[in-house]
């Protein structure tokens, strides 16, 4: 079911830019924050469906922005999906051990990349 709102957590003005495009071409609603305290603030105002969390950002970076999510029960339950550049196995390996409910690396590979957020869409909705 598309038309779910997301938020993009992403500094980088043409990641966000292809992944707004995309998430916007399969029927999501976005919202964006370039920053991870932006992200956090938005995520308690408007409740997402889904958070897409960079992990390199300016401020406090993604894992410590989750960790706020997860601290607060307005926030608690909504899926976080690391987007990130890190690709490393033991980079994987962290930020998974953080709590985010997925993880895709950048460049984005579309098709997966969507499958990927419908996958934990659905997980959070049950289905």
Do not use: C, W
């Amino acid at each position: 079911m598309a038309n779910e709102l997301i938020l993009i957590v992403e500094d980088n003005d043409k990641n966000l830019k292809l992944v707004r495009d995309v998430l916007q071409h399969q029927g999501y609603q976005t919202i964006e924050a370039g920053t991870g305290e932006d992200g956090v603030r938005l995520a308690r105002e408007r409740h997402p469906a889904l958070v897409l969390m960079d992990i390199q950002l300016p401020g406090i970076d993604g894992i410590e922005a989750l960790g706020q999510l997860r601290a607060d029960p307005a926030t608690r339950a909504i899926p976080v999906m690391a987007v990130t550049a890190s690709v490393m196995a033991h980079d994987r390996k962290k930020v998974m051990g953080a709590g985010f409910d997925g993880y895709q690396t950048k460049p984005i590979r579309v098709r997966d990349f969507i499958e990927a957020v419908r996958e934990t869409l659905d997980r959070r909705a049950g289905a």
